[in-house]
């Protein structure tokens, strides 16, 4: 199964403040993977960054091609899946990352609880 970066974890990985855990980071630098980064979290980055709620690099892409990740675009079935999900928290950014988990099999990789109340398989991103 391949991993899907929740935007907090691909902030971590790129600031290299935060290790990952050990089996997460495996998983994520295992040459065979697909790394997957959905273009919501270059929506989230770019508008917490215009509200100055955010500290974050400004080159997205260059970021990507650094750690080999793969972009994942947000397609029209993604976007009609977030309103089959249940409504356990209203955060768009997080919705669509479900949605396209599950829309494409994928893992989340997160370190946010919030995560655990949908039927999505994620990874822990630290111990």
């Known amino acids: 199964m391949n991993p899907l970066l929740d935007t907090h974890v691909l902030l971590w990985i790129a600031s290299g403040q935060r290790p990952l855990a050990e089996r997460t980071r495996i998983r ?10 959905s273009a919501a979290s270059a929506w989230e980055i770019a508008i917490k960054r215009s509200l100055g709620k955010l ?19 947000i397609r029209t079935q993604h976007a009609l899946a977030v309103e089959r999900l249940p409504n356990h928290h209203q955060d768009p950014f997080d919705q669509i990352l479900i949605a396209q988990a599950l829309s494409e099999n ?9 995560f655990d109340a949908y039927d999505v398989r994620t990874l822990p991103a630290f111990d």
């Open 55 to 73: 500290d974050a690099p400004d080159d997205f892409e260059a970021m990507l091609e650094t750690y080999r990740f793969t972009p994942l675009d």
């Open 106 to 114: 994928l893992t989340i990789v997160t370190h946010d609880a919030a």
């Open 28 to 37: 994520i630098e295992d040459p065979t993977a697909l790394v997957f980064v």
